[in-house]
């Protein structure tokens, strides 16, 4: 049974950092494209990164985030991060992590809460 785990969200100042860590377990990790996807109060969720396979060497951003976020994967830990910087009231959100494409995704995990506010 695929399980995906996220953590490391928080309430955070505009301008501040935050890493997010989601943890898969059930499914041969490597293998899979993997993103990070957010969900604001009222919105549809969206995607918000994406990285590929293996090394994880081709990396796609929503044009919101691209030069604040980074998203990185270790194939060992079997984990995918998102470092978040320069962090906008607009980021507040629920973080989840999934496959990219909708037609073959996992079950959701709990998702983690990023709120930015000073």
């Known amino acids: 049974q695929v399980q995906l785990v996220e953590s490391g969200g928080g309430l955070v100042q505009p301008g501040g950092s935050l890493r997010l860590s989601c943890t898969v377990s059930g499914v041969p990790f490597s293998i899979f494209p993997m993103a990070w996807f957010r969900q604001a109060p009222g919105n549809q969720r969206e995607l918000v990164a994406s990285?590929?396979?293996?090394?994880?060497?081709?990396?796609n951003y929503r044009d919101t985030v691209k030069g604040r976020f980074t998203i990185s994967r270790d194939n060992a830990k079997r984990t995918v991060y998102l470092q978040m910087n320069s962090l906008k009231p607009e980021d507040t959100a629920v973080y989840f992590c999934?496959?990219?494409?909708?037609?073959?995704?996992?079950?959701w995990g709990q998702g983690t809460q990023v709120t930015v506010s000073s």
């Open positions: 990285i590929n396979i293996g090394s994880g060497s081709i990396t």
């Open positions: 999934n496959r990219p494409a909708t037609s073959s995704q996992f079950t």
